[in-house]
């Protein structure tokens, strides 16, 4: 009697040991994938905002501080896909790593590509090169939201939301995380719209 007592005794035991590791094992994963989300978000944030600086710098720049503005966001650019490929990634969450990811470096090589052409394309006899070069670059930026919103960052909310996990990745508003002005459609495709863009960047230093 005292042994069978003793027994049960002893798998009480384990059947609570293997309900708390159970239990430290769900809320680490819940921690892990929680601090993954928000610091994606942290990151897609500041490089929206990185979107933001480089459209107005189009609109208010001379060619030279063009340049160098933009050579400027290349760099921020750079320093925020070296934080998100440095992330903890959780399992669930290595396809909206890749994506984010790729968005990311997108972004960097179109910025680095339109400072290397500033100043052929806003020069007074503009080259088709350079204005081909920056257009891509703006497919570029294209692409990396579309890599973001369409799949990175819902899945990222898909895990979040299976896994039950709750102050995760906030949104501050539909175009959070993009590069590419709100409602700008394809305006930025256009090789004709880049050109007159950039033309009137050499206007501003006149």
Do not use: H
């Amino acid at each position: 009697m005292r042994r069978l007592l003793a027994v049960g005794v002893g798998v009480g035991f384990l059947i609570l040991f293997v309900v708390g590791v159970r239990g430290c094992l769900e809320a680490r994963s819940d921690r892990g994938l929680r601090n993954y989300s928000q610091d994606i978000g942290t990151i897609m944030a500041e490089s929206e905002q990185r979107g933001k600086d480089f459209f107005e710098a189009i609109e208010d720049s001379t060619e030279i501080e063009l340049q160098n503005r933009v050579s400027s966001l290349r760099g921020a650019s750079e320093s925020l896909l070296d934080r998100a490929e440095n992330l903890s990634v959780p399992d669930q969450m290595r396809d909206a790593q890749s994506a984010t990811t790729l968005a990311l470096r997108l972004r960097r090589d179109g910025l680095g590509n339109i400072s290397s052409n500033v100043t052929e394309a806003a020069a007074d006899a503009e080259t088709a090169d350079a204005i081909e070069t920056i257009t891509n670059a703006m497919g570029a930026f294209y692409a990396s939201d579309i890599l973001w919103d369409q799949v990175a960052r819902p899945e990222i909310e898909q895990v979040l939301q299976e896994e039950g996990v709750e102050g995760g990745l906030e949104l501050d508003s539909e175009n959070f995380g993009n590069f590419m002005p709100e409602n700008s459609g394809t305006q930025f495709l256009d090789q004709t719209e880049i050109a007159s863009l950039f033309y009137g960047v050499t206007g501003a230093d006149s």
